[in-house]
């Protein structure tokens, strides 16, 4: 809505797009500490505390940081909703999400991979049975794609999409508790189906290749309970698009969303007990969890960016919001890159000097730690802001 009138059903909606950004920074500083081990700060401490929200959880439970994925996911399948609104041919639809899921699968690969560099940091030196097959960007591209093939499918029949969400939600539980290794625990981390299916599909040297033996994070069979926090998604953004215009239209949708985010994460804990909340086999409980999680944000960014209106807040985030794919990219590539580039000092990467001698020179190395982060969000805005101002959009 811009100054009282509705937006119509194809535009962008700005709490959308403040709500992005700020995940995508969020996404940014968690990613990018200057000193891994100093997230895990002596226990009791004030930094123990801080650094616990941007670590994720070792394996069963949940930190702060274990929603933004999530989220991300969520807001895209919000935004599907408003893509989709335009009428077309279900053919053009399909060729459509056929080509932006293959585009985006294809930049995660890119990304996970680059500088292809081999084990003696040889670039563009890595064979192709060594490449990493799935990643963040690839799970987004499967769980976006199956998600907006059911949209195109049952948009008018918003009941069998609900179907769909319970038939995922529930038959990934049933075939994680049977499909394990026999004899042990069916969610644990070298035991469970999924690890089997990315053993068998997708072979251990394509696999994240830190922990030993090769794990995958973000494997093949966790994209369909990812579906289902796609069309979560879905449904909060046909909320609001369905919503009737005028003063005091968005009050009733945020009283449905803090009701439904009240409900999901209810039943995200209450099937915890027996189905673990884990991010890595995005189990179906933490999907109703962080789904709750996401409904509730934005909820608040609604209230913040259509109710009350805040021009240079929601300035500030959009600059990261619409580009967030773009931004993603750039901080992939520039921190490998950083890695690789000589440092005004002796003997360092750039990346290093600019942690040891600039950010804990300042602020110490816990402090630093953090400092070091927000300096690359700081940097990536000042890139996009050009973009931003002449509306110029990334969109896989």
Known sequence: MENGVSLPKNSRVRAVDALRGIVIAAM?????????????APEGTFWSVVFWHLRHADWHGFTP????????????????????????????????????????????????????????GVPFHLPFGEWRIMGVLQR??????????????????PRAIALVVGILLVGYWIALALGGVPGEDPFALY???GHRVDLALLGESHLWPLPSPRYEPEGL?????????????????????????????????????????????????AWSLVFPINKALWSSSYVLLSAGVSLFLLSLSIWLFE????????????????????????????????????????????SEWLYRSVCAAIAGPQGGSLLYPLLHVAFYW????PLFRKKIFLKL
């Open 28 to 40: 940014v500083i968690a990613n990018n500490p200057g000193d891994w081990g100093v997230l895990y």
């Open 65 to 120: 940081t274990d929603f933004v994925f999530p989220t991300f996911l969520f807001l895209s399948g919000v935004s599907c909703c408003f893509s989709f609104a335009r009428r077309a041919e279900t053919g053009a639809r399909l060729r459509k999400i056929a080509v932006r899921s293959l585009e985006i699968f294809l930049l995660g690969v890119f990304l996970v991979n680059f500088p292809f560099s081999d084990g003696a």
């Open 140 to 157: 987004i591209a499967i769980a976006w794609g199956l998600g907006a093939l059911c949209v195109t499918l049952w948009e008018k029949r």
């Open 191 to 193: 035991c469970h189906l």
């Open 221 to 269: 069979l966790g994209c369909l309970p990812a579906t289902a926090t796609m069309l979560f998604g879905w449904f909060a953004g046909r909320a609001i698009r369905n919503r009737v215009p005028g003063p005091g239209s968005w009050t009733p949708v945020l009283a449905r969303f803090f009701r439904a985010s009240l409900l999901l994460c209810a039943g995200g804990l």
């Open 307 to 350: 109710e009350l209106s805040c021009p240079r807040l929601l300035t500030f985030l959009s600059v990261f919001g619409c580009n967030a794919t773009l931004l993603y990219a750039l901080d992939a590539v520039w921190v490998k890159c950083s890695w690789a580039i000589p440092s005004p000092g002796e003997g360092a990467a750039f």
């Open 382 to 385: 000042l890139l996009l802001l």
